[in-house]
């Protein structure tokens, strides 16, 4: 399974980026996946953003990104989108989306409840 992150860049404080997170593979039903994002800052560990259930029914959000960042999905398309708006500097990070089949809501927020990661897209605010 491989997952595609992509739309990151260089943006000013207060401006916006979304992300994409697009799956490609015969065998993985996309559907069936609960999709988080998470971000990993240079010398910090990575921390959980947002995800949405399978069904796009329920979505759950970090505190220091509620409000400011969306969520989405389109089945269809086998993507995830993360709309970000009001960036910060301390939004500057790694971003990764991430995939599982078997993500017990509660956990949710652990990295260790996904199954598949993507490589990957960078994020610069300045400010």
């Known amino acids: 399974v491989q997952l595609q992150a992509s739309g990151g860049g260089l943006v000013q404080a207060g401006g916006s980026l979304r992300l994409s997170c697009a799956a490609s593979a015969r065998t993985f039903t996309f559907s069936r996946n609960d999709i988080g994002w998470f971000r990993q800052a240079p010398g910090k560990e990575r921390e959980f953003v947002a995800a949405?259930?399978?069904?796009?029914?329920?979505?759950n959000y970090a505190d220091s990104v509620k409000g400011r960042f969306t969520i989405s999905r389109d089945n269809t398309k086998s993507t995830v989108y993360l709309q970000m708006n009001s960036l910060k500097p301390e939004d500057t990070a790694v971003y990764y989306c991430?995939?599982?089949?078997?993500?017990?809501?509660?956990?949710?927020?652990?990295?260790?409840?996904?199954?598949?990661w993507g490589q990957g897209t960078l994020v610069t605010v300045s400010s």
């Open positions: 991430a995939a599982g089949a078997n993500v017990q809501w509660v956990g949710v927020r652990r990295p260790n409840s996904y199954d598949f």
């Open positions: 949405i259930s399978r069904r796009d029914v329920t979505t």
